[in-house]
């Protein structure tokens, strides 16, 4: 017969792996389930992924095939021959490596403006008090409701007075205007972004005798990397394949654009699509590149923009 000791003993033992059974079949069942759903997600994700991409896959098989071969039935998903020719015979028939230029000041320059105005007027009306300060924010959020249209006449009219027409001038100056012509988006997500930051930090900054500027300068805008790439991914992307604008104020064809060039190319060879295609896929390739490189910042903005408890 068992002492008393040895039979505590064993009910401390069978306590202990009844505990350690429950433990286990709670972490398995846990992880059973965290797997099933990363399977749903992806087995709902992957045809969506598959869809996107198809279109891009045929631009760039289609800039491949010969002239022939671009409308076969059943289509050819996989070029044969491959035909490489068709980049450098696209690439001179106009001048693309000026309108990549061209393309590429425009760009460029109207992102560095917008995303330092746009932080800095977020700044503003996140970190500072004054009166008014809401009213002027939301007569801000208003201007996205008022489409590109209702201004496009009163825009070139101005512009064309003051003799900026067929220039970059036009198309580059609005964007270091932001709230006025265009950015009101910007500004609302810097906003959004800058109220998550802690004021303490502004108030530290304040005791070292550091204004305002200093503070956006060397504090915020280190901080602010996600919302920086998200506002330049959105700016980059958004002019780069600006069309209506360049059509409207680059009159002569050394002035023109990579998305405005392509109408002019389409124009004179509408037949060609093999070239055609091979222009249009290089136009995509800054596109990737930008995305790609600033990627991990992009989601994290989309992912914090808008999270703050004031």
């Known amino acids: ?60 098989t289609t800039s491949l095939k010969p002239k022939g071969m671009v409308f076969t039935y059943p289509p050819q998903w996989i070029p044969n021959p491959i035909r490489w020719e068709n980049y450098p015979e696209a690439l001179t028939i106009l001048p693309f490596h000026l309108f990549f230029k061209n393309s590429m000041v425009y760009c460029v ?57 067929n220039t970059l001038l036009p198309l580059v100056v609005p964007g270091w205007l932001p709230g006025l012509y265009s950015g009101s988006f910007y500004i609302f997500l810097c906003r959004q972004f800058f109220m998550g930051i802690p004021l303490e930090l502004d108030d530290a900054a304040k005791i070292d005798g550091a204004g305002h500027i200093r503070i956006w300068w060397q504090i ?61 896929s290089l136009m995509v390739v800054p596109v990737i590149i930008l995305f790609f490189s600033a990627q991990r910042y992009f989601l994290q903005g989309i992912s914090m923009t808008g999270i703050t408890g004031r």
């Open 1 to 60: 017969m068992p002492t008393d000791t040895e039979a505590r003993a064993r009910r401390v033992v069978a306590r202990e792996v009844t505990e350690r059974r429950g433990w286990l079949s709670s972490v398995w069942t846990t992880r059973t389930r965290s797997v099933i759903k990363e399977l749903v997600a992806h087995l709902f994700l992957i045809p969506i992924s598959i869809t996107m991409v198809i279109p891009l896959y045929w631009l760039f």
């Open 109 to 165: 320059t109207i992102l560095i403006g917008q995303v330092l105005v746009s932080t800095l007027v977020g700044y503003g009306f996140a970190r500072l008090r004054f009166p008014g300060r809401d009213l002027i924010f939301w007569l801000v959020l208003i201007r996205m409701m008022l489409p590109g249209a209702v201004t496009m006449v009163p825009s070139y009219v101005m512009f064309s007075k003051m003799g900026w027409v």
């Open 220 to 280: 915020i805008l280190p901080l602010s990397k996600p919302v920086i790439a998200t506002v330049a991914i959105f700016s980059f992307i958004t002019h780069w394949n600006d069309f209506m604008g360049p059509l409207i104020y680059l009159h002569d064809v050394e002035r023109q654009t990579l998305a405005l060039s392509i109408l002019t190319f389409q124009g004179a060879h509408d037949t060609e699509w093999h070239w055609l295609m091979a222009v249009s």
